[in-house]
């Protein structure tokens, strides 16, 4: 090999390794989950109703003896993330995707807010805070559905700082803000009202993470 020809290649080789020591970091992978297994994904906790894998999906259903709607979370802590995933009704009145914010990060107790699903709309609801009894939820947007009997609903929500947006399908698109959603959330919940829904890849990309800190016990006063 000429010794100009050898020269240039090296000179290549310490051009291109110089350009990937500079190059941004690529976008995190997702975490998706298909339900091809007959358990649910690592860290997929069960609150209440059923929430299991059957032929490739996730069957979801509330319970009438748990009085209760149906409620699952994915333990994923995070800031700011995109929520994609396939959704069906089956039966079911409603589904909830949303967050909880973790302990400590607001004076507020239940959940953050929510993306609400039914077959005929949509809408994003920040909650009410449960140690206040003059609050309520607040719908901050709402678009109109009109899903069919066996249709799947392609569904992606983006939480970045104060800001979410949401795309169901081509056509439905939702936008609210609020300082409080921000916050760093330990998981990300599920919720069905009603019959069946399914479920099919879910991916979760975390695009900030959140350090969750545990919650510090008060010690027992004396009295």
Known sequence: MPLAYRQVSSLLAVALLAL???RP???AEPLIAKF???KRPEKWTVNFGHWEPKDGVLVCRQLDKDNHAAASRWQIPLKDAVIKLRLKFDGATGFHLGFDP????????GHLYSLVVTPTQAQLKKHK?????????QTLATASLNAKAGEWLDIELRTEGEKVSVMIGKTAKLEASDPSFSVAKPTVVFRVIGGDVQLDDVQVTV???AEIKPVEKKAATKK
Do not use: C
């Open 36 to 38: 091809d297994e007959a």
């Open 129 to 137: 805070d449960k140690a206040d009894e003059a609050s309520k939820d």
């Open 102 to 109: 973790a302990p400590g990060e607001i004076k507020k107790q």
């Open 20 to 22: 990937a020591a500079v």
């Open 25 to 27: 970091l690529s976008a």
């Open 207 to 209: 695009l900030k993470a």
